[in-house]
Protein backbone atom coordinates (compact mmCIF):
# COMPACT_ATOMS: atom_id res chain seq x y z
CA UNK A 1 0.00 0.00 0.00
CA UNK A 2 1.34 3.43 -0.89
CA UNK A 3 2.20 5.42 2.00
CA UNK A 4 0.48 8.11 2.87
CA UNK A 5 2.72 11.70 3.06
CA UNK A 6 2.25 15.05 3.02
CA UNK A 7 3.10 16.90 -0.01
CA UNK A 8 4.56 19.92 -0.60
CA UNK A 9 5.93 21.83 -3.44
CA UNK A 10 8.76 23.94 -2.35
CA UNK A 11 10.19 23.47 1.17
CA UNK A 12 12.55 25.29 3.17
CA UNK A 13 15.13 23.13 5.61
CA UNK A 14 17.77 24.12 7.84
CA UNK A 15 19.60 22.29 10.99
CA UNK A 16 21.51 23.27 13.78
CA UNK A 17 19.95 26.27 15.30
CA UNK A 18 22.63 25.58 18.23
CA UNK A 19 21.14 28.00 20.18
CA UNK A 20 20.97 30.79 17.52
CA UNK A 21 17.75 32.59 18.12
CA UNK A 22 18.74 35.47 16.02
CA UNK A 23 19.63 33.44 13.03
CA UNK A 24 16.63 31.54 13.33
CA UNK A 25 14.78 35.02 13.27
CA UNK A 26 16.66 35.85 10.52
CA UNK A 27 15.59 33.11 8.66
CA UNK A 28 11.29 32.55 9.36
CA UNK A 29 11.47 36.31 7.71
CA UNK A 30 13.49 35.30 4.83
CA UNK A 31 12.07 31.74 3.87
CA UNK A 32 8.41 33.53 4.11
CA UNK A 33 9.69 35.97 1.84
CA UNK A 34 10.11 33.37 -1.02
CA UNK A 35 7.33 31.56 -0.83
CA UNK A 36 7.69 28.45 0.85
CA UNK A 37 4.94 25.80 2.14
CA UNK A 38 6.41 24.79 4.89
CA UNK A 39 10.04 24.75 6.96
CA UNK A 40 11.62 22.09 8.54
CA UNK A 41 13.99 21.73 10.93
CA UNK A 42 16.73 18.42 11.01
CA UNK A 43 17.23 19.16 14.76
CA UNK A 44 19.72 20.33 17.17
CA UNK A 45 18.16 23.13 18.33
CA UNK A 46 20.80 23.94 21.08
CA UNK A 47 24.81 24.20 22.08
CA UNK A 48 27.46 26.58 21.11
CA UNK A 49 25.22 30.08 21.63
CA UNK A 50 23.45 31.84 24.90
CA UNK A 51 20.18 31.71 26.13
CA UNK A 52 18.64 28.27 24.82
CA UNK A 53 15.93 28.94 25.48
CA UNK A 54 14.95 31.92 23.37
CA UNK A 55 15.09 29.32 20.55
CA UNK A 56 12.00 27.74 21.04
CA UNK A 57 9.11 30.41 20.88
CA UNK A 58 10.49 31.24 17.56
CA UNK A 59 10.43 27.42 16.36
CA UNK A 60 6.76 27.50 17.83
CA UNK A 61 5.45 30.58 16.28
CA UNK A 62 6.93 29.97 13.23
CA UNK A 63 5.31 26.61 12.37
CA UNK A 64 8.48 24.47 12.32
CA UNK A 65 8.09 20.92 11.65
CA UNK A 66 11.14 19.28 13.63
CA UNK A 67 13.04 16.41 13.85
CA UNK A 68 15.54 15.02 17.01
CA UNK A 69 18.96 15.92 16.57
CA UNK A 70 21.83 14.07 18.29
CA UNK A 71 21.59 17.40 21.55
CA UNK A 72 18.08 17.24 21.58
CA UNK A 73 18.07 13.57 22.60
CA UNK A 74 20.57 14.29 24.79
CA UNK A 75 18.90 17.23 26.55
CA UNK A 76 15.75 15.14 26.66
CA UNK A 77 17.41 12.44 28.06
CA UNK A 78 19.35 13.97 30.68
CA UNK A 79 22.52 12.11 29.20
CA UNK A 80 26.29 13.82 30.28
CA UNK A 81 27.26 15.16 27.14
CA UNK A 82 25.88 16.07 23.83
CA UNK A 83 26.51 12.87 22.00
CA UNK A 84 27.98 14.90 19.41
CA UNK A 85 30.24 11.70 18.34
CA UNK A 86 33.44 14.02 18.87
CA UNK A 87 36.42 10.99 19.91
CA UNK A 88 39.38 14.11 20.09
CA UNK A 89 40.29 15.38 23.50
CA UNK A 90 40.25 19.24 22.53
CA UNK A 91 36.62 18.76 20.90
CA UNK A 92 35.29 16.90 23.75
CA UNK A 93 36.30 19.53 25.89
CA UNK A 94 34.83 22.71 24.40
CA UNK A 95 31.77 20.38 23.80
CA UNK A 96 31.29 19.60 27.24
CA UNK A 97 31.23 23.29 28.06
CA UNK A 98 28.86 24.14 25.71
CA UNK A 99 26.62 21.15 26.58
CA UNK A 100 26.50 21.95 30.32
CA UNK A 101 25.84 25.48 29.21
CA UNK A 102 22.87 24.56 27.49
CA UNK A 103 21.92 22.08 29.91
CA UNK A 104 21.69 24.00 32.79
CA UNK A 105 19.42 26.71 30.71
CA UNK A 106 17.21 24.73 29.21
CA UNK A 107 13.91 24.29 30.86
CA UNK A 108 11.87 20.74 31.44
CA UNK A 109 9.42 21.87 29.52
CA UNK A 110 11.41 22.98 26.69
CA UNK A 111 13.61 19.68 27.13
CA UNK A 112 10.34 17.31 27.36
CA UNK A 113 9.05 19.12 23.77
CA UNK A 114 12.78 17.97 22.20
CA UNK A 115 12.17 14.60 23.63
CA UNK A 116 9.17 14.25 21.45
CA UNK A 117 10.08 15.09 18.51
CA UNK A 118 10.44 12.27 15.79
CA UNK A 119 14.01 10.68 14.66
CA UNK A 120 13.19 10.95 11.23
CA UNK A 121 10.41 12.65 8.69
CA UNK A 122 9.43 11.67 5.29
CA UNK A 123 7.40 14.17 2.90
CA UNK A 124 6.90 14.31 -0.91
CA UNK A 125 7.96 16.87 -2.58
CA UNK A 126 5.90 16.40 -6.41
CA UNK A 127 6.62 13.26 -7.11
CA UNK A 128 9.98 12.23 -5.46
CA UNK A 129 9.55 10.78 -2.11
CA UNK A 130 12.27 12.48 0.88
CA UNK A 131 13.30 11.22 3.79
CA UNK A 132 15.34 13.58 6.56
CA UNK A 133 17.18 12.51 9.43
CA UNK A 134 19.50 14.31 11.61
CA UNK A 135 23.21 12.62 10.92
CA UNK A 136 22.32 9.86 8.71
CA UNK A 137 18.95 7.61 8.38
CA UNK A 138 20.81 4.97 10.25
CA UNK A 139 22.52 6.59 13.30
CA UNK A 140 21.43 10.07 14.76
CA UNK A 141 24.79 11.24 15.20
CA UNK A 142 26.84 9.96 12.15
CA UNK A 143 28.74 12.64 10.33
CA UNK A 144 27.76 12.63 6.77
CA UNK A 145 30.70 15.21 5.18
CA UNK A 146 30.30 15.85 1.57
CA UNK A 147 34.12 14.52 1.00
CA UNK A 148 33.87 11.60 2.94
CA UNK A 149 30.41 10.06 2.37
CA UNK A 150 30.48 7.53 -0.53
CA UNK A 151 27.78 7.58 -3.56
CA UNK A 152 27.10 4.13 -2.79
CA UNK A 153 26.60 4.67 0.86
CA UNK A 154 23.96 7.18 -0.48
CA UNK A 155 22.37 4.53 -2.67
CA UNK A 156 22.35 1.73 0.33
CA UNK A 157 20.84 4.80 2.41
CA UNK A 158 18.13 5.23 -0.50
CA UNK A 159 17.41 1.83 -1.32
CA UNK A 160 16.65 0.94 1.91
CA UNK A 161 14.26 3.77 3.24
CA UNK A 162 12.86 3.46 -0.14
CA UNK A 163 13.53 7.33 -0.77
CA UNK A 164 14.59 9.57 -3.71
CA UNK A 165 16.18 12.70 -2.13
CA UNK A 166 17.95 12.38 1.54
CA UNK A 167 18.26 15.13 3.57
CA UNK A 168 20.90 15.39 6.69
CA UNK A 169 22.71 17.78 8.79
CA UNK A 170 25.09 17.36 11.78
CA UNK A 171 28.27 18.31 10.07
CA UNK A 172 27.68 22.17 9.96
CA UNK A 173 28.74 22.57 6.13
CA UNK A 174 26.15 22.14 2.91
CA UNK A 175 26.48 20.26 -0.11
CA UNK A 176 24.30 18.49 -2.68
CA UNK A 177 25.46 15.21 -4.59
CA UNK A 178 22.79 14.39 -7.55
CA UNK A 179 23.29 10.69 -8.24
CA UNK A 180 23.49 9.20 -11.56
CA UNK A 181 20.71 6.97 -10.02
CA UNK A 182 18.11 10.35 -9.82
CA UNK A 183 18.28 10.61 -6.73
CA UNK A 184 19.79 13.24 -4.75
CA UNK A 185 21.42 13.61 -1.19
CA UNK A 186 21.61 17.01 0.62
CA UNK A 187 23.36 18.10 3.84
CA UNK A 188 20.93 21.59 4.38
CA UNK A 189 23.68 23.18 6.52
CA UNK A 190 23.12 25.08 9.49
CA UNK A 191 21.98 28.05 10.96
CA UNK A 192 23.48 27.88 14.25
CA UNK A 193 27.34 29.11 13.31
CA UNK A 194 29.04 30.09 9.73
CA UNK A 195 30.49 27.00 7.84
CA UNK A 196 34.47 27.86 7.97
CA UNK A 197 34.76 29.60 5.30
CA UNK A 198 35.62 32.87 6.66
CA UNK A 199 32.25 34.44 5.97
CA UNK A 200 30.10 35.28 9.01
CA UNK A 201 26.83 34.54 7.08
CA UNK A 202 24.86 30.69 7.86
CA UNK A 203 22.62 28.82 5.21
CA UNK A 204 19.59 26.60 4.78
CA UNK A 205 18.45 25.27 1.74
CA UNK A 206 15.17 25.56 -0.31
CA UNK A 207 13.70 22.38 -2.23
CA UNK A 208 11.19 23.22 -5.03
CA UNK A 209 9.89 20.18 -7.08
CA UNK A 210 10.25 20.47 -10.69
CA UNK A 211 10.46 17.30 -13.44
CA UNK A 212 13.88 16.49 -10.78
CA UNK A 213 14.52 18.41 -7.61
CA UNK A 214 15.84 22.01 -7.28
CA UNK A 215 18.14 22.63 -4.52
CA UNK A 216 19.15 25.97 -3.64
CA UNK A 217 21.97 27.26 -0.84
CA UNK A 218 19.96 30.30 0.48
CA UNK A 219 23.09 32.26 2.21
CA UNK A 220 21.55 33.81 5.74
CA UNK A 221 22.98 37.61 7.47
CA UNK A 222 21.92 38.12 10.41
CA UNK A 223 23.34 40.27 13.58
CA UNK A 224 26.05 38.20 14.63
CA UNK A 225 27.49 41.06 16.22
CA UNK A 226 24.62 40.96 18.47
CA UNK A 227 24.91 37.24 19.21
CA UNK A 228 28.91 37.09 19.29
CA UNK A 229 28.29 40.00 22.50
CA UNK A 230 26.02 38.03 23.80
CA UNK A 231 28.16 34.89 24.07
CA UNK A 232 30.69 37.12 25.46
CA UNK A 233 28.57 38.35 28.00
CA UNK A 234 26.96 34.73 28.93
CA UNK A 235 30.61 33.63 29.26
CA UNK A 236 31.24 31.27 26.67
CA UNK A 237 34.35 30.89 25.45
CA UNK A 238 36.31 33.42 23.05
CA UNK A 239 36.80 30.71 20.63
CA UNK A 240 33.58 30.92 20.11
CA UNK A 241 32.35 33.89 19.84
CA UNK A 242 35.66 34.37 17.60
CA UNK A 243 33.49 32.18 15.02
CA UNK A 244 30.67 34.19 14.50
CA UNK A 245 32.34 36.80 14.20
CA UNK A 246 34.99 35.23 12.03
CA UNK A 247 33.33 32.25 9.89
CA UNK A 248 36.24 30.17 10.90
CA UNK A 249 35.37 27.18 13.16
CA UNK A 250 38.18 27.69 16.45
CA UNK A 251 36.54 24.22 17.91
CA UNK A 252 35.00 21.00 17.28
CA UNK A 253 37.10 20.48 13.74
CA UNK A 254 39.45 17.75 14.97
CA UNK A 255 36.64 14.86 13.00
CA UNK A 256 36.44 17.33 9.49
CA UNK A 257 38.15 15.12 6.63
CA UNK A 258 41.49 16.26 5.46
CA UNK A 259 39.44 18.26 2.55
CA UNK A 260 37.16 19.91 4.32
CA UNK A 261 39.88 20.87 7.38
CA UNK A 262 42.06 21.90 4.43
CA UNK A 263 39.83 24.74 3.88
CA UNK A 264 39.18 26.02 7.24
CA UNK A 265 41.95 28.42 8.90
CA UNK A 266 42.47 26.31 11.54
CA UNK B 1 59.37 -17.93 11.85
CA UNK B 2 57.20 -19.32 14.56
CA UNK B 3 53.85 -17.12 15.26
CA UNK B 4 54.44 -14.81 17.95
CA UNK B 5 50.77 -14.59 19.22
CA UNK B 6 47.88 -15.71 21.31
CA UNK B 7 45.65 -17.96 19.36
CA UNK B 8 43.14 -18.89 21.97
CA UNK B 9 40.83 -21.47 20.66
CA UNK B 10 37.00 -20.15 20.11
CA UNK B 11 34.23 -22.19 22.66
CA UNK B 12 30.98 -22.04 23.39
CA UNK B 13 31.24 -19.88 26.50
CA UNK B 14 33.39 -17.11 24.56
CA UNK B 15 31.48 -13.91 24.28
CA UNK B 16 30.72 -12.65 20.93
CA UNK B 17 30.57 -9.14 19.08
CA UNK B 18 27.20 -8.90 16.66
CA UNK B 19 27.36 -7.68 13.36
CA UNK B 20 25.73 -4.36 12.95
CA UNK B 21 26.68 -2.69 9.92
CA UNK B 22 29.59 -2.58 7.15
CA UNK B 23 30.97 0.72 7.59
CA UNK B 24 34.88 0.34 7.72
CA UNK B 25 37.14 -1.60 4.60
CA UNK B 26 40.91 -2.55 6.47
CA UNK B 27 43.32 -3.72 3.75
CA UNK B 28 46.20 -5.44 5.33
CA UNK B 29 48.03 -4.32 2.19
CA UNK B 30 51.28 -5.72 3.11
CA UNK B 31 50.65 -8.81 5.69
CA UNK B 32 53.51 -8.23 8.76
CA UNK B 33 56.28 -7.09 6.14
CA UNK B 34 57.84 -3.73 7.54
CA UNK B 35 61.04 -2.12 7.49
CA UNK B 36 60.78 -1.40 11.18
CA UNK B 37 60.46 -3.65 13.91
CA UNK B 38 58.59 -1.61 16.37
CA UNK B 39 58.94 -3.36 19.75
CA UNK B 40 55.11 -2.89 20.80
CA UNK B 41 53.84 -3.64 17.14
CA UNK B 42 50.78 -5.11 17.27
CA UNK B 43 50.96 -7.30 14.22
CA UNK B 44 55.12 -8.31 14.88
CA UNK B 45 55.49 -7.25 11.67
CA UNK B 46 59.60 -6.85 10.86
CA UNK B 47 61.97 -7.20 7.78
CA UNK B 48 62.32 -10.36 7.79
CA UNK B 49 59.79 -13.51 6.52
CA UNK B 50 56.48 -11.63 7.43
CA UNK B 51 54.05 -14.80 9.01
CA UNK B 52 51.42 -12.24 7.40
CA UNK B 53 52.12 -12.86 3.70
CA UNK B 54 51.33 -9.11 1.37
CA UNK B 55 48.14 -9.18 -0.37
CA UNK B 56 47.95 -9.36 -3.87
CA UNK B 57 46.56 -6.54 -5.70
CA UNK B 58 43.99 -8.42 -7.46
CA UNK B 59 42.64 -9.84 -4.19
CA UNK B 60 42.60 -5.99 -2.63
CA UNK B 61 40.66 -4.54 -5.92
CA UNK B 62 38.18 -7.01 -5.49
CA UNK B 63 37.45 -6.33 -2.21
CA UNK B 64 37.10 -2.58 -2.96
CA UNK B 65 34.70 -3.81 -5.53
CA UNK B 66 32.56 -5.52 -3.46
CA UNK B 67 32.81 -3.15 -0.43
CA UNK B 68 31.65 -0.24 -2.55
CA UNK B 69 28.48 -2.13 -3.77
CA UNK B 70 27.77 -2.74 -0.43
CA UNK B 71 27.90 0.69 0.18
CA UNK B 72 30.99 0.98 2.38
CA UNK B 73 31.31 4.58 4.49
CA UNK B 74 35.37 4.77 4.40
CA UNK B 75 38.34 2.58 3.14
CA UNK B 76 42.15 2.15 5.46
CA UNK B 77 45.48 0.58 4.41
CA UNK B 78 47.50 -1.03 6.67
CA UNK B 79 49.78 -3.56 7.07
CA UNK B 80 53.13 -3.86 7.60
CA UNK B 81 54.24 -0.79 6.20
CA UNK B 82 51.71 -0.34 2.95
CA UNK B 83 54.25 1.68 1.31
CA UNK B 84 56.53 -1.13 0.58
CA UNK B 85 53.85 -2.25 -1.70
CA UNK B 86 54.75 -2.11 -5.47
CA UNK B 87 50.88 -1.34 -6.06
CA UNK B 88 49.84 1.03 -3.31
CA UNK B 89 49.50 4.09 -5.71
CA UNK B 90 47.27 2.21 -7.86
CA UNK B 91 45.25 0.70 -4.93
CA UNK B 92 44.91 3.87 -3.99
CA UNK B 93 43.64 5.50 -6.64
CA UNK B 94 41.05 2.67 -7.13
CA UNK B 95 40.05 2.90 -3.27
CA UNK B 96 39.34 6.66 -3.48
CA UNK B 97 37.50 5.69 -6.18
CA UNK B 98 34.75 4.10 -3.87
CA UNK B 99 35.33 6.12 -0.68
CA UNK B 100 37.47 8.26 1.96
CA UNK B 101 40.53 6.50 2.31
CA UNK B 102 43.22 6.47 4.78
CA UNK B 103 47.41 4.94 4.86
CA UNK B 104 48.53 3.81 7.73
CA UNK B 105 51.98 4.42 7.48
CA UNK B 106 55.45 5.18 9.65
CA UNK B 107 56.34 7.58 7.07
CA UNK B 108 59.52 6.23 6.22
CA UNK B 109 59.00 6.13 2.47
CA UNK B 110 57.72 9.58 1.90
CA UNK B 111 59.93 11.09 0.35
CA UNK B 112 59.18 14.21 -1.61
CA UNK B 113 58.17 12.35 -4.73
CA UNK B 114 55.81 10.23 -3.18
CA UNK B 115 54.30 13.20 -1.05
CA UNK B 116 53.90 14.92 -4.77
CA UNK B 117 52.46 11.53 -5.58
CA UNK B 118 49.98 11.85 -2.94
CA UNK B 119 49.11 15.45 -3.20
CA UNK B 120 48.20 14.49 -6.81
CA UNK B 121 46.12 11.82 -5.96
CA UNK B 122 43.96 13.23 -3.14
CA UNK B 123 43.35 16.73 -5.68
CA UNK B 124 41.90 14.68 -8.39
CA UNK B 125 39.69 12.04 -5.54
CA UNK B 126 36.20 12.59 -5.02
CA UNK B 127 36.91 11.95 -1.82
CA UNK B 128 39.53 12.74 1.18
CA UNK B 129 42.65 11.13 0.64
CA UNK B 130 44.11 10.67 4.55
CA UNK B 131 47.90 9.48 5.74
CA UNK B 132 48.43 8.30 9.45
CA UNK B 133 52.19 8.40 10.11
CA UNK B 134 53.14 6.64 13.56
CA UNK B 135 55.12 8.25 15.79
CA UNK B 136 55.32 7.19 19.62
CA UNK B 137 57.05 10.11 21.53
CA UNK B 138 57.95 13.92 20.45
CA UNK B 139 61.98 12.98 21.99
CA UNK B 140 63.51 11.58 19.04
CA UNK B 141 66.01 8.76 21.27
CA UNK B 142 62.94 8.12 23.28
CA UNK B 143 61.25 7.75 19.84
CA UNK B 144 64.02 5.30 17.92
CA UNK B 145 64.13 3.05 21.09
CA UNK B 146 60.50 1.97 20.26
CA UNK B 147 60.65 2.58 16.72
CA UNK B 148 63.31 1.64 15.64
CA UNK B 149 67.35 3.95 14.06
CA UNK B 150 66.33 7.03 12.47
CA UNK B 151 62.63 6.42 12.88
CA UNK B 152 62.02 9.99 14.09
CA UNK B 153 63.93 11.91 12.03
CA UNK B 154 62.17 9.90 8.70
CA UNK B 155 58.28 10.67 10.46
CA UNK B 156 59.11 13.85 11.12
CA UNK B 157 60.29 14.44 7.50
CA UNK B 158 57.55 12.68 6.03
CA UNK B 159 54.88 14.70 8.06
CA UNK B 160 56.58 18.08 6.75
CA UNK B 161 56.43 16.96 3.01
CA UNK B 162 52.65 16.10 3.68
CA UNK B 163 51.77 19.06 5.29
CA UNK B 164 53.56 21.52 2.94
CA UNK B 165 51.53 19.40 -0.09
CA UNK B 166 48.42 20.65 2.34
CA UNK B 167 47.98 16.96 2.99
CA UNK B 168 46.97 17.56 6.63
CA UNK B 169 48.31 14.48 7.67
CA UNK B 170 47.60 12.98 11.14
CA UNK B 171 49.76 11.73 13.45
CA UNK B 172 49.15 8.67 15.21
CA UNK B 173 50.80 7.65 18.72
CA UNK B 174 50.62 5.35 21.56
CA UNK B 175 51.29 6.19 25.29
CA UNK B 176 53.81 3.50 25.50
CA UNK B 177 56.34 5.93 26.78
CA UNK B 178 54.03 8.51 28.54
CA UNK B 179 55.25 7.24 31.98
CA UNK B 180 58.55 8.55 30.87
CA UNK B 181 57.30 12.15 31.07
CA UNK B 182 57.03 14.09 34.18
CA UNK B 183 55.38 17.60 32.88
CA UNK B 184 51.84 16.93 33.28
CA UNK B 185 50.78 16.99 29.86
CA UNK B 186 48.82 14.45 28.11
CA UNK B 187 50.26 12.60 25.20
CA UNK B 188 47.69 14.21 23.06
CA UNK B 189 48.42 17.60 24.12
CA UNK B 190 52.34 17.11 23.85
CA UNK B 191 51.98 16.25 20.55
CA UNK B 192 49.96 18.71 19.30
CA UNK B 193 52.42 21.31 21.12
CA UNK B 194 55.06 19.64 18.92
CA UNK B 195 53.43 20.02 15.79
CA UNK B 196 52.35 23.79 16.10
CA UNK B 197 56.06 24.52 17.37
CA UNK B 198 57.04 23.02 14.00
CA UNK B 199 54.63 25.03 11.84
CA UNK B 200 51.98 22.40 11.47
CA UNK B 201 49.38 24.92 12.06
CA UNK B 202 46.10 22.52 11.64
CA UNK B 203 48.20 19.57 14.19
CA UNK B 204 46.02 16.10 13.72
CA UNK B 205 46.87 14.05 16.36
CA UNK B 206 44.68 10.35 17.28
CA UNK B 207 46.29 8.29 20.56
CA UNK B 208 45.95 4.31 20.62
CA UNK B 209 46.49 2.42 23.33
CA UNK B 210 49.10 -0.48 23.41
CA UNK B 211 47.83 -3.44 23.10
CA UNK B 212 48.89 -6.35 24.81
CA UNK B 213 49.79 -8.79 22.02
CA UNK B 214 52.08 -8.93 19.12
CA UNK B 215 55.91 -8.30 20.55
CA UNK B 216 53.71 -7.58 24.05
CA UNK B 217 51.58 -10.35 24.24
CA UNK B 218 52.43 -12.39 27.62
CA UNK B 219 51.41 -15.78 28.58
CA UNK B 220 48.14 -15.61 30.94
CA UNK B 221 47.12 -12.09 29.48
CA UNK B 222 43.16 -12.25 30.38
CA UNK B 223 40.14 -12.46 28.08
CA UNK B 224 36.64 -11.58 28.63
CA UNK B 225 33.78 -13.48 29.57
CA UNK B 226 30.31 -13.39 29.43
CA UNK B 227 30.05 -11.52 32.97
CA UNK B 228 32.65 -8.77 32.23
CA UNK B 229 30.08 -7.82 29.27
CA UNK B 230 26.86 -7.71 31.29
CA UNK B 231 25.38 -3.89 30.67
CA UNK B 232 27.73 -3.59 27.78
CA UNK B 233 26.31 -2.12 24.63
CA UNK B 234 28.59 -4.67 22.22
CA UNK B 235 27.44 -2.76 19.04
CA UNK B 236 29.63 0.22 19.81
CA UNK B 237 33.26 -2.08 19.35
CA UNK B 238 34.85 -1.81 16.35
CA UNK B 239 34.08 -5.28 14.70
CA UNK B 240 30.49 -5.22 14.93
CA UNK B 241 30.93 -2.43 12.18
CA UNK B 242 34.32 -3.39 10.29
CA UNK B 243 35.89 -5.86 8.43
CA UNK B 244 39.45 -6.56 7.25
CA UNK B 245 40.86 -8.74 4.01
CA UNK B 246 44.24 -9.78 4.56
CA UNK B 247 45.84 -12.92 3.47
CA UNK B 248 43.83 -15.82 4.24
CA UNK B 249 40.44 -14.50 4.31
CA UNK B 250 38.32 -11.81 5.63
CA UNK B 251 38.87 -11.01 9.34
CA UNK B 252 37.21 -9.18 12.32
CA UNK B 253 39.08 -6.46 13.04
CA UNK B 254 42.63 -4.91 12.08
CA UNK B 255 44.30 -6.15 15.24
CA UNK B 256 43.94 -9.25 14.67
CA UNK B 257 43.59 -9.66 10.82
CA UNK B 258 45.61 -13.38 9.79
CA UNK B 259 44.84 -15.09 13.27
CA UNK B 260 42.76 -18.03 13.16
CA UNK B 261 40.14 -16.90 15.36
CA UNK B 262 39.73 -13.53 13.90
CA UNK B 263 38.77 -15.09 10.68
CA UNK B 264 35.40 -14.54 9.48
CA UNK B 265 35.74 -15.84 5.74
CA UNK B 266 38.04 -17.62 3.19
CA UNK B 267 37.57 -14.20 0.69
CA UNK B 268 33.83 -12.63 0.43
CA UNK B 269 33.10 -9.52 2.48
CA UNK B 270 29.55 -10.26 2.90
CA UNK B 271 30.08 -14.13 4.10
CA UNK B 272 32.02 -12.17 6.82
CA UNK B 273 29.29 -10.34 8.18
CA UNK B 274 28.18 -12.35 11.10
CA UNK B 275 29.33 -12.39 14.81
CA UNK B 276 32.64 -12.31 15.81
CA UNK B 277 34.10 -13.83 18.61
CA UNK B 278 35.55 -11.68 21.57
CA UNK B 279 38.45 -14.60 21.94
CA UNK B 280 41.56 -12.20 22.33
CA UNK B 281 43.24 -10.84 25.05
CA UNK B 282 43.29 -7.29 22.85
CA UNK B 283 39.54 -7.64 22.80
CA UNK B 284 39.78 -6.57 26.73
CA UNK B 285 41.36 -3.49 25.39
CA UNK B 286 39.01 -2.54 22.53
CA UNK B 287 36.10 -3.20 25.57
CA UNK B 288 37.86 -1.27 28.51
CA UNK B 289 38.52 1.94 25.97
CA UNK B 290 36.07 1.84 23.90
CA UNK B 291 38.53 2.86 21.04
CA UNK B 292 38.84 2.35 17.07
CA UNK B 293 41.24 1.75 14.83
CA UNK B 294 39.29 4.65 12.48
CA UNK B 295 39.93 7.51 12.23
CA UNK B 296 37.72 9.37 14.30
Known amino acids: MRERLAEYRRIAVFGGVYNNALALHALLEDARRRDVEAIFCLGDMGGFGPHPDRVFPLLEDGGILALQGNYDESLAQGKTDCGCGYT?????????????????????????????????????????????????????????????????????????????????????????????????????????????????????????????????????????????RQMDQEGLPPEFSETVRTGWWTTCLENLPSRERSRGKF | MSLPLVTAPFTGTTPAAPFLRFSTLWIQITGTWCNLEC?????????????????????????????EELGVKEIYFTGGEPFLHGDILTLLAAALEAAPTTVLTNGTRIDAAMADELAALAASAPYSLSIRVSLDDTDPERNDRVRGENAFA???????????????????????????????????????????????????????????????????????????????????LQCAESRVVADGGVYACPILAGLPGARLSDGGLEASFRAAALYHPSCVTCFRTGMTCANG
Open chain 1, 88 to 228: DPRDNYFARISYEYTFARTSSENKAWLGSLPGHRRVRLGSHRVLMCHGSPRVINEFLWESATPNGLLRRFLREAAADVLLCTHTGIKWHRPLATGQHAVNVGVIGRPENDGSTNVWYTILTATLDVSVEFMPLHYDFETLA
Open chain 2, 39 to 67: RHCINSSGPREPWLRPLRAEVALSAIREA
Open chain 2, 154 to 236: QAVEAIRLLHDRGLLPIVTATEITSAEHADGRSTYERFRDFLLARGIEKPRVKIMPVFTLGRLARPGDPVLCEEDLAGFDRRT
